[in-house]
C-alpha cells in the first residue's frame, strides 16, 4: 500500500500515529472499566474524563454536555429520534434537508413512521441553504430541526449561526450533524446555538467506531435514550465505555484544536492546485457544489461522458470515491448531486476527492495525472465503440 494514494478522506481518514501512541496504554496495561471503583477503574475513569474536556473544548462546550457514543450514525439516532420522541407533546413537525446523510434521513423515516409530520427541504443548484425557505417551513408546532454542518459528497457548508439564530428565537432544538466539519473548520456550540452536535473521531484522525453527541444543558434539551442499562454517561448511552477508542478521540480533538487552522491552509493548497490540474488535462470536468462554501479538502467533479464507478476501475491504486461510502453499494445516483439538479447522466459521472492530512504535492500530481488518463481512455474507447457500432 506504500505507493496507494489515499484520496478518500470523507469516507474516513487514517490514524494518526499520534493518536495510536495516545490509545495503546489503554488496549494493554490501562484495560479497566472506567465505571469500576477501584485503581483499575480509576485510572481508565480519568483518561475518559480528560478525552472528554478535550472532545468538548474543540467545539466549545464543556465536558458535561460531550455524551461518548459509537459513531455520528449512532449520535444522530440519539439526537433525532430522542429529541423527537421528547419533545412530541409539544409539536410533531420536524424539519431537514434532502441532501442530508442516510443516518439522519433514515431516522427521520423511522418518526414519520410514529405519526411525526417531516419537512425535507431542497438546496440551491450550488447545495447552499435558502434561509427564507427555511424561516417560511418554520411552523408553531416545528420542535426540531437537524442540518448538516458540512455535506459528506459535496463539502458544502451550511449556515449554521444563522439557522440557530432562527431556531433559537421560536424555542426549536436545532440538532447538527457535524461529523464533516469537526476538526475541518470551526465548530462552536455556543456561536451556532445548537442544542445537539454529532460528531465521529474516524473522520478526524482517530479510530472507527467511536463518537460523541453535544447535548445542551442550559437550557437542557429533553431527550431520550435509545440504548437502556447500566445509566452510563448520564443515563443517555448505557455499555462499558469503549476507553482506547474515547482516549483516541480526545487526542485526535487535541490535535486538530492545534493544527487545524494551519492545516486547513495547507490542504486547501493542495486541493487548489487538485483542481487546476485536472482542468488542464479535463478543461470540461465540472465542479458540484459552491466552490468557495465549502471543506478544505473537498471537490467533487463531474467528467461527462464517462461514469465515475468506470474512471475509480482505471485508477489502480488512486483511492477516490463514485459516491458517498454508505451508500455506494446501492446502483443509484447520488441523491445529493440529485437534489442539485444534476442529470442523472452527470450525477454518474461523479468523483468525490478527498484531500487531507497526510496527502502529499507529490500524490496530487500523480492523482490528477491518473485521473486525466483515465478519462482520456475511456473517452477514446466510448469513441471506438460508438464508430464500430
Ligand atoms: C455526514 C456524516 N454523518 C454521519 C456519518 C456516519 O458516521 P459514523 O461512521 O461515525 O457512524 C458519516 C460518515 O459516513 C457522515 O459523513
Keep these: 500500500m506504500s505507493s496507494a494514494i489515499y484520496l478518500d478522506n470523507h469516507a474516513t481518514t487514517p490514524l494518526d500515529p499520534r493518536v495510536l501512541e ?12 472506567p465505571s469500576s471503583n477501584h485503581l483499575f477503574g480509576w485510572v481508565a475513569r480519568e483518561a475518559v474524563e480528560k478525552a472528554r474536556e478535550e472532545v468538548a473544548a474543540l467545539v466549545n462546550a464543556t465536558p458535561e454536555e460531550i455524551i461518548f457514543t459509537g459513531g455520528a450514525t449512532e449520535s444522530n439516532n440519539l439526537a433525532l429520534l430522542g429529541a423527537a420522541r421528547a419533545l412530541a407533546d409539544r409539536g410533531r413537525h420536524i424539519v431537514s434537508y434532502v441532501t442530508e446523510h442516510k443516518a439522519v434521513l433514515d431516522p427521520f423515516k423511522v418518526l414519520a413512521g410514529e405519526g411525526f409530520d417531516v419537512t425535507l427541504l431542497p438546496v440551491e443548484r450550488d447545495g447552499l441553504h435558502d434561509l427564507g ?5 418554520l411552523r408553531p408546532d416545528t420542535v426540531l430541526v437537524s442540518v448538516m454542518a458540512a455535506n459528506n459528497e459535496i463539502g458544502v457548508l451550511a449556515p449554521l449561526e444563522e439557522i440557530g439564530a432562527l431556531c433559537a428565537e421560536r424555542g426549536i432544538v436545532l440538532h447538527t450533524d457535524a461529523a464533516q466539519a469537526l476538526g475541518k ?4 456550540v455556543r456561536r451556532t446555538r445548537v442544542a445537539l452536535a454529532s460528531f465521529s473521531a474516524h473522520k478526524v484522525y482517530g479510530p472507527r467506531g467511536v463518537g460523541a453527541l453535544f447535548v445542551r444543558r442550559r437550557p437542557r434539551v429533553p431527550l431520550q435514550p435509545l440504548v437502556h442499562g447500566g445509566g452510563h454517561e448520564r443515563g443517555l448511552r448505557s455499555g462499558t465505555l469503549n476507553t482506547p477508542g474515547i482516549v483516541g478521540f480526545g487526542a485526535a480533538c487535541r490535535i486538530a484544536a492545534e493544527e487545524m487552522a494551519s492545516e486547513a491552509q495547507r490542504v486547501r493548497a493542495l486541493r487548489d492546485r487538485f483542481l487546476q490540474a485536472i482542468l488542464q488535462r479535463v478543461p470540461d470536468a465540472v465542479l458540484n457544489g459552491h466552490p ?7 471537490l467533487n467533479l463531474s467528467f461527462p461522458g464517462v461514469e465515475g464507478e468506470s474512471i475509480l476501475t482505471h485508477l489502480g491504486d488512486v483511492a477516490v470515491s463514485s459516491s458517498s461510502a454508505c451508500t455506494s453499494s446501492l446502483r443509484q445516483p447520488s441523491h445529493v448531486l440529485k437534489a442539485l439538479g444534476l ?10 476527492f478527498g484531500i487531507g492530512r497526510f496527502n502529499t504535492e507529490d500524490d496530487i500530481v500523480r492523482a490528477a495525472e491518473r485521473v486525466g488518463n483515465a478519462v482520456s481512455a475511456l473517452r477514446e474507447l466510448g469513441r471506438a465503440s460508438a464508430s464500430s457500432a
Excluded at 495516545?22 to 472499566?33: I, S, W
Excluded at 473548520?185 to 462552536?188: C, S, T
Aim: charge should be negative; aromatic fraction near 8%.
Design 185 to 188: 473548520i470551526p465548530v462552536d
Design 133 to 137: 425557505l427555511l424561516e417560511r417551513s
Design 22 to 33: 495516545a490509545m495503546l496504554p489503554y488496549l494493554t496495561e490501562h484495560f479497566g472499566n
Design 292 to 298: 468557495e462554501r465549502r471543506l478544505p479538502g473537498s
Design 343 to 352: 442529470s442523472d447522466e452527470m450525477a454518474y459521472a461523479a468523483l468525490r
